[in-house]
């Protein structure tokens, strides 16, 4: 038998999940709370009047006072971020594979791209206003907009530097065209598709929130500026709140399907996240 | 009969400024079922000679055919392990073993049973389901091995396969390499600059100049098989070694 000289890297302990967790997102959730607090103490001490900076606990009552309108608001713009997000995604692969693939896109298409980035959403959305109308259309427009880049790009990226001496191999092994891409290209492109859309995720929920600013009939956005133009800045804050968490959860979904997807990406790497 | 592997006048410069030559002038022939080996220095262009039979480089000029196909016009004729092994990090290690049988048709049942029963050979077992990242580099270089092995081809190319492995896995692995070869008579070209090694497994050893490489010098190994340790003592041994170590340092000077 072949001795232990030769030992495998040693994998990590799975620690328990709940006591990583608490390591992780502690410090994090200490800092929160603590500057929470400070915000109260601030405001209550100052007087600062309610339509310049609420206290958290005024915010908590103004979420408790509209919860009835919130699930259909947080629920529209939940709708519009991922299927903007989902369009955008796959539009942002496709577009790799083809940059990949024909080099003449890529020379023509790239440079389009990046300066297509420099156009402000905010000057394009009350346009796709115009074009699209007052309902969930438009929106979903301007989440494309913002989520297809990061896809784009990190998979173009991803595609490009998929490992030469792999796909060699695979050559010498006498693999075809599509071996290969299953095999080789697209495993390899996965990790960089999933970094490109976790950015996608973080930008989705602002980037719907934005365009409903500009006419809607639902969404949080709707709900923020109804707030702000009747001076109930506490619902603004309950809208800004919300916002923040969906993004959230966003990102989070993207994380979990990333690991399930890839997970030799995560392999020996202990089990937090 | 035809040889397995026939190489003429070959040579092989990289694109660049200036252009690297990398080999020039080789001639060779392995027939078929024996076992040949290539030493050299490193850089001297062993690596670039097995990509040439490979099919994966067309060389400048020269002929090489594998099996009495043109390797320069065809690719997967014979079985190669790169240097260092290279494994898919997204395949666990099973699979990766079996990828070489998978893509020439094997069926993947067969294919996995065969593996399973070499993974334990190879001191590999418990091991079938970790990613490559989590094994060792001597492991990977191990189911890298036995993914050639594994891929149905009567040519078998192995670009310092026991480079990562310590001196006693590496015995094992000559132990397990002479007792597949005597059952299996494929022709095996093999690279290493390790010259007992190469006198150990070997019917006959190239010696290759540094660069442009070129084969300067061939030596026969006698000895009886199935060796063991105890011919690396005999006198014989010594002295056929100790000629191929002033063969190879005439060569990388
Ligand atoms: N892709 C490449 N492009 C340019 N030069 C290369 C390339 N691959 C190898 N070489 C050069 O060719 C020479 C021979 O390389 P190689 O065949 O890998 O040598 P060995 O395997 O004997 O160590 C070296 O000088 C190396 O730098
Ligand atoms: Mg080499």
């Known amino acids: 038998m072949t001795v232990a000289i030769d030992l495998p890297r040693a994998r990590l302990p799975g620690a328990g999940s709940a006591g990583r967790f608490l390591a992780n997102y502690l410090p994090a959730t200490l800092l929160l709370v603590a500057l929470v607090g400070f915000w109260e103490a601030w405001v209550q001490v100052r007087n600062t009047p309610s339509y310049v900076l609420p206290a958290p606990s005024l915010v908590w009552e103004a979420f408790l006072r509209t919860r009835g309108t919130l699930p259909g608001h947080t629920l529209t713009t939940l709708n519009e971020s991922l299927l903007g997000l989902g369009i955008g995604a796959l539009a942002g692969v496709a577009l790799a594979s083809l940059m990949t693939s024909v080099a003449i896109v890529r020379r023509v298409l790239y440079p389009l791209m990046i300066v297509s980035q420099t156009i402000p959403m905010i000057v394009l959305a009350p346009l796709l206003t115009i074009w699209f109308g007052f309902g969930i259309e438009p929106k979903v427009v301007v989440v494309l907009l913002v989520t297809f880049f990061p896809v784009l790009v990190s998979t173009t990226e991803a595609l490009l530097g998929a490992d030469r001496n792999l796909i060699a191999l695979l050559q010498s092994m006498g693999a075809t065209r599509l071996q290969t891409l299953r095999y080789v290209l697209l495993p390899s492109a996965l990790p960089g598709f999933f970094a490109g859309l976790r950015i996608a995720a973080a930008y989705a929920v602002t980037g719907a929130v934005i365009a409903e600013l500009m006419g809607a009939q639902s969404g949080l956005g709707l709900y923020i500026t109804r707030s702000n133009s009747a001076f109930r800045t506490d619902q603004v804050f309950v809208g800004i709140v919300l916002v923040a968490l969906l993004s959230l959860a966003l990102f989070a979904a993207v994380h979990i399907i990333n690991r399930l997807a890839t997970p030799w990406a995560f392999a020996g790497k202990g089990d937090n996240s | ?253």
């Open chain 2, 1 to 253: 009969m035809e040889p397995a592997i026939e190489v003429e006048n070959l040579a092989h410069a990289y694109p660049g400024k200036p252009p690297v030559q990398a080999v020039m002038d080789v001639n060779m022939v392995a027939a078929e079922g024996e076992f040949v080996s290539l030493v050299g220095s490193s850089g001297c262009g062993k690596s670039t000679l097995l990509k040439v039979l490979a099919g994966l480089i067309r060389p400048t000029s020269g002929h090489a055919s594998v099996d009495g196909q043109d390797a320069t016009q065809s690719i997967g004729v014979a079985a190669y392990m790169p240097q260092g092994g290279v494994l898919l990090p997204w395949l666990r290690a099973l699979a990766n073993a079996t990828l070489g049988a998978t893509i020439a048709g094997v069926g993947r049942k067969e294919a996995t049973s065969h593996a399973r029963e070499l993974f334990e050979r190879f001191g590999l077992g418990g091991f079938e389901s970790a990613w490559p990242s989590e094994l060792s580099g001597g492991m990977q270089q191990r189911v890298a091995l036995l993914r050639t092995f594994l891929t149905p081809r009567s040519t078998i190319l192995l670009d310092e396969p026991f480079g990562a492995l310590d001196a006693i896995t590496r015995r094992e692995m000559h132990a397990w390499l002479q007792d597949v070869w005597a059952n299996e008579r494929r022709t095996v070209l093999f690279v290493t600059h390790d010259v007992e090694e190469a006198l150990t497994l070997s019917d006959r050893v190239y010696v290759m100049s540094k660069r442009p490489g070129t084969l300067v010098a061939e030596f026969r190994s006698p000895f009886p098989r199935p060796r063991g340790r105890e011919i690396q003592t005999s006198p014989e041994f010594a002295t056929l070694k100790g000629q191929l170590l002033d063969a190879l340092e005439a060569a990388s000077s």
